[in-house]
């Protein structure tokens, strides 16, 4: 290699930098390789849970074990109690979110998540929420009950229908309706009966986050290869000393 000067390149070998470089390269490929195989394990695991939404019935899903994220489809009938969610925004304004119990044709009730709906100019108001009748075919996805974030003393639950809450607990929905199981069903999208504004962020582990990780570890894997070859060439000529070090 030469530059404009005349001065002459050659590769000078340094232990110090490939000593560096044959540690953190294996690693760097390592991880890039790992989240890869994290994607694929995740991928299967959502084509799996989709399938299953399709083939097991509500009652068979409960007794499995309700995960987090995991597709579902029920049919069956709004009930006429909801919870308003209180202190939900969406660009800026605020709102609830309404939670509805659902009553599926086979196995227990369980709490649906409705989407978001605009707060009314007053607190003395509450937003007018209208639930569908007859019989319904929703799809949605599991997630937690909307839990505090921090340990807090629930405070008594006011009388009547819909019911504004900070947060709802399992423990507080159950004091209600005993039958209810571990999470609660968020609708997939604001085209479901009874759904208002479900616009939720997407899932942030996903397949695609893990392929996203993965492209930034080989990112990095290259830049270090890169690095190392373009340090260890040294320049050579009238003006340089050979200097190893």
């Not at 110090?16 to 890039?32: D, E, N, S, Y």
């Not at 394990?41 to 399709?54: C, E, G, H, S």
């Not at 899903?61 to 969406?90: F, H, I, K, M």
Request: proline letters at 8%.
């Amino acid at each position: 290699m030469s530059d404009p000067q005349g001065q002459r390149r050659h590769w000078q070998f340094d232990w110090r930098l490939m000593l560096f470089t044959g540690l953190f390269l294996p690693l760097l490929i390592g991880l890039g390789l790992w989240q890869l195989d994290r994607a694929g394990q995740k991928q299967q695991m959502l084509d799996q849970w989709q399938q299953d939404a399709l083939d097991l019935e509500w009652t068979e899903l409960v007794r499995q074990g309700l995960d987090s994220g995991r597709p579902v489809a029920l049919t069956g009938r709004y009930g006429e109690r909801s919870w308003l969610l209180d202190n939900r925004t969406r660009d800026g304004i605020p709102g609830y979110e309404v939670l509805t119990v659902f009553h599926p044709l086979q196995g227990p009730a369980v709490v649906v998540n409705r989407g978001w709906v605009q707060a009314p100019r007053t607190r003395a108001q509450l937003p007018v929420v209208v639930t569908p009748d007859g019989v319904l075919e929703l799809t949605g996805r599991l997630s937690d009950y909307p839990e505090p974030p921090v340990l807090v003393d629930q405070a008594a639950s006011p009388e009547g229908w819909p019911r504004r809450v900070q947060s709802l607990p399992g423990a507080i929905a159950r004091a209600e309706f005993p039958e209810l199981p571990g999470a609660i069903v968020r609708l997939a999208g604001s085209d479901q009966p009874g759904a208002f504004r479900a616009d939720w962020a997407p899932d942030l582990m996903g397949p695609q986050t893990h392929y996203g990780y993965a492209t930034q570890w080989f990112a990095l894997a290259v830049v270090l290869s890169i690095l190392t070859v373009v340090a260890s060439y040294r320049k050579t000529g009238a003006n340089n000393d050979n200097d190893n070090g």
